[in-house]
């Protein structure tokens, strides 16, 4: 199974709408991400959470919500959804106290804003 | 202000030869670089890093040279193998921080059989 999941995987929705997208692990990890990725651009950091009280803004994170549920489970959420949102997200871990070491990566969610 | 610079979109190689994908920064900062490879309908997995008190770090078949007067980076794959084919994602974290990574655009690697 893997330690980083995310649903839905795919999601077409229309503007206005409000989308959540969910993130569970299983690695234990406490540090968990957002970001997202335009088409032939980097990964850019929208909300991070170091602990299920401590949620920060990224680099974009005009028009996101986040809600770090449980230590495990870490969601995204679009209130009200715009096609410049259309964008392949990626949700990630890494375990505080390891150094500067690797990010955990899900299989991401490809979000279509109509 | 793209502050870490993949140059090249794509890179095409035959199979037993080498790669070579590079990486410039602009942020003095960024002391802990790591590449992370990505298949489509994957998220991305993590290669190999370096940290800036280093020039080379080599884990099998891919090396990382680091010239940080030169604000430069590059991962080499010898030999290259077709399941190498994947886009490349160099990554930096600024000194001090453990958590916020900087990306780059990634480069397209696709090797030849």
């Known amino acids: 199974d893997a330690d980083v999941t995310q649903t839905p995987r795919n999601r077409i929705t229309k503007t206005g709408k409000r989308i959540m997208l969910e993130c569970s692990q299983t690695?234990?990890?406490?540090?968990m991400y957002w970001y997202r990725q335009d088409p032939g651009l980097g990964l850019q950091l929208i909300y991070y959470?170091?602990?299920?009280?401590?949620?920060n803004k990224g680099e974009i994170s005009d028009g996101y919500s986040v809600s770090r549920q449980a230590q495990a489970k870490f969601s995204l959420s679009l209130e009200s959804a715009i096609p410049n949102q259309t964008a392949l997200y990626f949700c990630?871990?890494?375990?505080?106290?390891?150094?500067?070491?690797?990010?955990?990566f899900g299989p991401g969610t490809r979000l279509t804003v109509l | 202000d793209q502050q870490v610079k993949q140059n090249s979109p794509s890179l095409s190689v035959q199979e037993g030869r080498i790669s070579i994908l590079n990486c410039d920064y602009t942020?003095?900062?960024?002391?802990?670089f790591l590449w992370y490879k990505k298949y489509p309908a994957e998220g991305p997995t993590f290669l190999i890093s370096?940290?800036?008190?280093?020039d080379k770090n080599e884990d099998g078949r891919f090396t990382v040279f680091l010239n940080k007067s030169a604000k430069h980076l590059s991962l080499h794959i010898v030999p290259s193998q077709p399941g190498d084919s994947a886009v490349y994602f160099c990554?930096?974290?600024?000194?001090?921080?453990?958590?916020?990574?900087?990306f780059g655009k990634g480069t397209l690697l696709t090797v030849n059989p």
């Open positions: 990630a871990t890494s375990d505080r106290g390891q150094g500067r070491d690797e990010q955990f």
């Open positions: 690695k234990g990890h406490d540090r």
């Open positions: 959470s170091f602990d299920v009280k401590d949620i």
């Open positions: 942020n003095s900062m960024f002391d802990y």
């Open positions: 370096i940290s800036s008190i280093k």
């Open positions: 990554a930096a974290y600024s000194g001090g921080s453990n958590y916020k990574l900087t």
